[in-house]
């Protein structure tokens, strides 16, 4: 399985960005999905994860409210949608694809995209 994280981009601090995470060669069907985040000199980081069925969403501290993950089950997608961006958001966003919510959560995921940049100026 491959993913193909989208979306990414540059915003002004307060605005929003959508991702967008689709599967190639596979399927999101009874899986659990996450984003992770990585900044320039720190350690990936949990955003958001969500479980096939029952129980969830679960978002990483910083969150705060700010960032809803939803999935698509008829297209094989999931997306994060994120408003109030700060600067301290800029990172690159990966999506990952795992058998548990909480293999995900903990970034045990068994597929990983290859990222996509957001960048959020002050």
């Known amino acids: 399985v491959q993913l193909q994280a989208s979306g990414g981009g540059w915003v002004q601090a307060g605005g929003s960005l959508r991702l967008s995470c689709a599967a190639a060669?596979?399927?999101?069907?009874?899986?659990?999905m996450g984003w992770f985040r990585q900044a320039i000199g720190k350690g990936r980081e949990l955003v958001a994860a969500?479980?096939?069925?029952?129980?969830?969403?679960y978002y990483g501290d910083f969150v705060k409210g700010r960032f809803t993950i939803t999935r698509a089950e008829d297209k094989d997608e999931v997306y994060l949608q994120m408003n109030r961006l700060i600067p301290e958001d800029t990172a690159i966003y990966y999506c990952t694809q795992g058998d548990t919510v909480d293999n995900v959560r903990k970034g045990r995921g068994d597929y990983w995209g290859q990222g996509t940049q957001v960048t959020v100026s002050s």
């Open positions: 060669g596979g399927t999101f069907t009874r899986t659990a």
């Open positions: 969500t479980p096939w069925h029952n129980g969830g969403p």
